[in-house]
């Protein structure tokens, strides 16, 4: 197996730098669009096998270091009890979380018996690429699920979640800790299936202040790192808008925390330490820049990190009008970068 | 006059930390609702009376230690020769701007001829105000116009600006360019016409890293800081989602760099170093708080920024749903912290 992306998640040494990238099996892809034009995206998520098609694309398409298993954040909600529409507008659901009662009525969930398709996706994807590079599991985070559970969806400011946190912190308090003995097991599941890495997205952790983060999720995101430690995967913790908060995300304890592209990579390695590997940090808008200058952006990105303990990343998503040609360039142009990094030192 | 914000800005001693807040002229409150039911938003802009009126009301129900004019970021964008439409959606521009043509199509402007508006709404408040306390003058940042212009109204990725930063850089520069001139007598004019102190806005400054802000932001808020304070008014830069970017906003050259929720205030001050003042920073959020609470987070922000160069503030606008009466409290905490603050160390 192509382990350098678990060496560099342990800060050990690697060949060259490794990547993957958020979103790699999506919508730029069109070999992703045809799959994609015959079935729903849940249905997608829960056909193990179109599930692991689509997740292997990008390793095949792309030559990235590892496989992020095809799945959403949100599908544990619909197992604690919440209906879920997954539309082309982004998540629907219409029965939000807002009382003490709604959270009241949330429940734990058998991953197997509810979410075996998962799993089912994880080792088909480990056979058919022959365990070749390694699958990274995920799920949400505490806060960012809750959001969308609260809000119903997206939103602008989120407000209706940020007013039940400071309005009524007992039912927030107890609505995080329900969806955390919620994700334990379902991180755990993904791990029994052959998941070698861990990644917690916490798309909307920015909202929150360092102050309420200490308050409202640092506590749950240790749980579950440190539930999923234990089973011997790193981890990798990433979130948006976070850069003023690294010093309370280097007390999450993750193995590897995961940068967008508003801070200087070596920055924020600077505030994390030398104990935490780092992931990230290109503007997913960069692959709409001439090849040679999105090289020279990757190199930059390379020779700021170091050779030990980065793992390389879009600091979000890859955007659906991306040439895939360019993600496949950027690819070449970190590992050529990290070769030539360790070549440089050596 | 209160000059407590003027002397913060710049540095000096103050009896109590000062605060205003943004947005403070606005929905949350029923007297501005009153007069907002009776013309459009940009009537309002654009009518002195009213626009002096709804500037001062805030003043008077809250305490604030400052007016900040009420105006609108995008009221250059029409002597500019765009068109311009604000409804209660947001704003929207039915010809966004997106090739050189666009571009060598807009012209500057005669602020007094094409915005005298703004100047005599200033002169009135002053008027109506007996120079009680400083009015604020402001305008967008180029990059935050820029994104308006472009992506012709507000934007989740902004995918259309940053498209054409990345693509066509020299277009971008030529907008950033075009933008920064025109700002420059329009600010001017708010000066003349008797604004004590400047904002910049830089509300989606944060969608650049920090080596794009430097090549595609830094020089044009250069320019336009240094022209402003020539004049001898302190400027206040304020941008969201750039706790990363706080060594590159320092190189601005704003005597104040004001700051969103997310990063605590003694941490953004320790990159920032002494030279410059700083202001914010609670979570709008946080006015939904007991009062109780409400208070011993304003206590907590006054201590962590210290007596010298911090200006009060919301870390973003403040919500329409926001009791006024949470904002009256919220002004009364902070004086009193100040207060306590200083009689501590004396």
New interface residues.
């Given amino acids: 197996m192509n382990d350098r992306i678990l060496r560099a998640a342990r800060r050990q040494s690697t060949d060259t730098t490794p990547i993957w990238i958020m979103r790699q099996a999506g919508r730029y892809l069109p070999e992703y669009r045809e799959i994609r034009g015959k079935v729903s995206f849940l249905e997608l998520c829960k056909t193990p096998d179109l599930a692991a098609e689509v997740t292997v694309q990008p390793v095949r398409r792309l030559g990235v270091d590892a496989a992020i298993i095809f799945s959403d954040i949100l599908i544990p909600v619909e197992p604690m009890g919440m209906t879920l529409e997954l539309g082309d507008h982004g998540p629907h659901l219409p029965q939000p979380i807002r009382t003490a009662a709604d959270v009241a009525k949330l429940h734990g969930f058998d991953p197997e018996t509810c979410c075996g398709f998962l799993a089912e996706a994880i080792r088909r994807t480990r056979a058919a690429l022959n365990d070749s590079v390694p699958v990274i599991g995920f799920s949400g985070a505490p806060f960012t699920l809750a959001a969308y559970m609260v809000e119903g969806g997206g939103s602008k400011?989120f407000?209706t979640i940020?007013?039940l946190?400071?309005?009524q912190p007992k039912v927030a308090h107890a609505l995080f800790e329900t969806i955390t003995s919620a994700l334990i097991p379902y991180l755990k599941m993904q791990v029994a299936a052959g998941a070698k890495l861990v990644q917690i997205f916490d798309s909307w952790g920015?909202e929150?202040?360092?102050?309420?983060l200490r308050e409202f999720s640092l506590p749950y995101l240790q749980r579950i790192v440190s539930e999923l430690k234990a089973t011997g995967v790193p981890v990798i913790f990433f979130g948006t808008?976070?850069?003023?908060?690294l010093?309370v995300l280097k007390e999450i304890g993750a193995d590897v925390i995961g940068?967008d592209?508003?801070?200087?990579i070596d920055?924020?390695r600077e505030v994390l330490g030398p104990d935490v590997a780092v992931q990230g940090n290109l503007?997913p808008?960069?692959l709409?820049?001439p090849r040679e200058a999105l090289a020279e952006?990757a190199e930059?990105i390379v020779r700021r990190a170091g050779p030990v303990g980065h793992i390389f990343n879009l600091?979000?998503g890859i955007?659906p009008?991306t040439d895939p040609d360019a993600a496949r360039a950027l690819v070449d142009a970190v590992h050529a970068a990290g070769t030539r990094l360790r070549a440089s030192r050596s």
Same sequence: chains 1, 2.
């Fill in positions: 400011n407000m940020k007013r946190v400071f309005e920015g929150l202040s360092p102050r309420d808008g976070m850069s003023g908060a010093p940068c592209w508003r801070i200087e920055r924020a503007d808008l960069a709409f820049l952006r930059e600091g979000h955007l009008p």
